[in-house]
């Protein structure tokens, strides 16, 4: 999903955690560093930018399958760290932080994406596993702005735009309330319209057309996860979605 999602999932997940641990609200900085982490596994379209010197607008951008930032047992360590945090009582509700945004952040990326989750994927970069993507018959086999085209069609993109009014409400509200109206605060609000209009401009033209690559232009023509998937006894479903093979 997109970076309204993301961050509005963990934004309000985030909120309701912490009255219940707490009643009352959490700092707004909290807020604004629970936004960055909702976000920051798509932090990797910038390094794939200025590592290969173009946009991440296109087909080729295959994060899912070649970035560790979205293999989630690569941030395992989080889980750790915020364990001990809480077992020594040493600022729990800033610890979390982390792990709850980046590991929301996987949750939703299992769903309405281009390809969607390998959530067994190993360390090593050809330790593939199963792709998870749920409720994607819109939107899968599209990639960069070409799925983002095909995202704005689906009921995830209506979804998020009401989450988003709630939290900028709800932002505004701690605001008026605690007479706190300070750089965090603000900078939510801020990121949020951002990524609200970021969707409403969002792709145009030929990104509503079907991909020179064709659809399924990914991990499906992948050699090496082809290679996976033979040697691992999967095949492709009628979805295109990989299964175990059942044995005769």
Aim: with cysteine; hydrophobic share 40%; net charge neutral.
């Amino acid at each position: 999903m997109n970076s309204t999602m993301h961050a509005t999932s963990a934004y309000l997940v985030y909120n309701g955690i912490y009255w219940l641990w707490f009643e009352t609200n959490p700092p707004s900085l909290a807020c604004f560093l629970i936004i960055i982490f909702g976000i920051f596994p798509d932090f990797d379209g910038l390094y794939f930018s200025l590592k290969t010197k173009t946009s991440s607008h296109g087909t080729e951008f295959q994060h899912h399958l070649n970035s560790w930032f979205h293999w989630p047992i690569c941030w395992f360590p989080l889980i750790i760290v915020f364990l001990l945090s809480l077992i020594f009582n040493f600022y729990p509700q800033y610890f979390i932080i982390p792990m709850l945004g980046i590991y929301l952040h996987m949750i939703f990326d299992s769903a309405a994406c281009g390809d969607g989750m390998m959530w067994l994927h190993g360390f090593k970069k050809t330790d593939y596993a199963r792709y998870i993507n749920l409720y994607s018959s819109k939107t899968d086999g599209y990639h960069g702005n070409y799925w983002g085209a095909r995202y704005q069609q689906t009921v995830f993109y209506i979804l998020e735009n009401i989450l988003a009014g709630i939290t900028i409400s709800l932002t505004i509200w701690y605001m008026i309330r605690d007479n706190s109206y300070d750089f965090w605060n603000i900078g939510v609000i801020i990121l949020l319209i951002a990524f609200i209009l970021g969707g409403i401009l969002g792709p145009r033209g030929k990104f509503k057309e079907e991909p020179k690559e064709g659809r399924y232009a990914d991990y499906r023509e992948h050699s090496g996860y082809l290679n996976w998937m033979k040697e691992n006894n999967y095949i492709f479903n009628e979805k295109r979605h990989p299964v175990k093979k059942r044995e005769k």
